[in-house]
């Protein structure tokens, strides 16, 4: 079960790159990552506590997972706030996450997250939770001139909760496996 918990998070971690081109990552990407995160999930709860490599592994795996598979994700939640009826005129260059750099109120969303989730990640998987809160501070204050430009703040809120949501599953799923 170790394995199959370590080739699904491993799974959770690819899945988001390689289906990165075309028009099939707008749904299949994040589907496939969640799938695999909750099937890891599941084989985690039948495993006794990891050790040597398999530990090794089960860290380098879960922060490559949490940062690679939240992309797809917030792209999707994205999608979802967009459809929703008070989200109003939004134009998609704001909500459907920036393709080109400089598009939409806040620039560099992406590189930012990636590297959100990886220092969330390992906060939590270094057993400092206290982490988190400095990497949202930082993040926060960072961005807070930014924020008062229209649909900005919903989209560094939405990107922000799904981001670490994400990171903090998958290091939940860490966790069963480590102990």
Do not use: N
């Amino acid at each position: 079960m170790t394995t199959l918990a370590l080739v699904l998070l491993g799974l959770a971690a690819v899945s988001p790159v390689v289906l990165a081109s075309g028009r099939i990552r707008l749904w299949i990407s994040p589907t496939i990552a969640t799938l695999a995160l909750g099937g890891a999930a599941l084989a985690a709860t039948a495993t006794r506590p990891v050790t040597g490599f398999a530990l090794g592994a089960t860290l380098v795996l879960a922060v490559l997972a949490a940062a690679t598979g939240g992309a797809p994700l917030v792209r999707a939640a994205f999608r979802i706030a967009k459809r929703q009826e008070d989200a109003g005129p939004t134009p998609d260059s704001v909500m459907l996450a920036p393709r080109v750099a400089g598009e939409g109120p806040l620039r560099g969303g992406r590189i930012i997250g990636v590297l959100e989730r990886s220092a969330v990640a390992v906060a939590i998987l270094a057993g400092w939770p206290e982490g988190l809160a400095i990497v949202l501070a930082v993040k926060g204050l960072a961005r807070y001139p930014e924020l008062r430009e229209p649909h900005a703040s919903e989209q560094f809120i939405i990107g922000t909760f799904t981001s670490v949501l994400w990171a903090v599953a998958v290091c939940g799923v860490a966790k069963a496996l480590i102990s």
